[in-house]
T-cell receptor
Framework: GNSVTQMEGPVTLSEEAFLTINCTYT??????LFWYVQYPGEGLQLLLK?????DKGSNKGFEATYRKETTSFHLEKGSVQVSDSAVYFC????????????FGAGTQVVVTP | EAQVTQNPRYLITVTGKKLTVTCSQN?????MSWYRQDPGLGLRQIYY???????DKGDVPEGYKVSRKEKRNFPLILESPSPNQTSLYFC?????????????FGPGTRLLVL
């Protein structure tokens, strides 16, 4: 079946540091890939997505590139802020099971001033 | 304001007492879904619905029921709750067309089953 594996957290960084959160996947079909962010006490919000190989999703300074050859979709941000402290989830959905999503376990990111 | 609402936000109940968590969206979305969030496990999909009267199982449907009689509502029913259903529950909906894969999440319902 389909699955998503994320690096474990928490990840603790200083403000303005570089952030990388690794995400790899296994999928029987051809997946679309997503990063969602969950701020404390809130529901998830879509951060970015990519629907085909080599696509780069970007939003709010975050980027992730869909790498089919390595089955990865790593999230990066060049200079984090305290307001980026949240839990980040990688997710996928395949075209042969549209509507059925798999999420990773989530990675908590803590940014200190 | 476009939103997904869930009620109640917090619920404490006892084993075996039937409960319903409501979910409603005002965006005319065709797709709706329920998830549970547990520490270390991330979000796991319980059920989803592609449209009215069309529902399908996610990865963890056991112990749950859903119905989709109207486009805007997608209630989650626990006929006989057990302590292992203690969790944080999220409802989500998705717009039709090119943005079908972008889900909008509700604020969550925290359930404790004693």
């Amino acid at each position: 079946g389909n699955s998503v594996t994320q690096m474990e957290g928490p990840v603790t960084l200083s403000e303005e540091a570089f952030l990388t959160i690794n995400c790899t996947y296994t999928a029987t079909g051809y997946p679309s890939l997503f990063w969602y962010v969950q701020y404390p006490g809130e529901g998830l919000q879509l951060l970015l997505k990519a629907t085909k190989a080599d696509d780069k999703g970007s939003n709010k300074g975050f980027e992730a590139t869909y790498r089919k050859e390595t089955t990865s979709f790593h999230l990066e941000k060049g200079s984090v802020q305290v307001s980026d402290s949240a839990v980040y989830f990688c997710a996928l959905m395949t075209t042969d099971s549209w509507g059925k999503f798999q999420f990773g376990a989530g990675t908590q990111v803590v940014v200190t001033p | 304001e476009a939103q997904v609402t869930q009620n109640p936000r917090y619920l404490i109940t006892v084993t075996g007492k039937k409960l319903t968590v409501t979910c409603s969206q005002n965006m005319n979305h065709e797709y709706m879904s329920w998830y549970r969030q547990d520490p270390g496990l991330g979000l796991r999909q319980i059920y989803y619905s592609m449209n009215v009267e069309v529902t399908d199982k996610g990865d963890v449907p056991e112990g749950y029921k859903v119905s989709r009689k109207e486009k805007r509502n997608f209630p989650l029913i626990l006929e006989s709750p057990s302590p292992n259903q203690t969790s944080l529950y999220f409802c989500a909906s998705s717009s039709p067309g090119r943005s079908q894969e972008t889900q909008y999440f509700g604020p969550g319902t925290r359930l404790l089953v004693l």
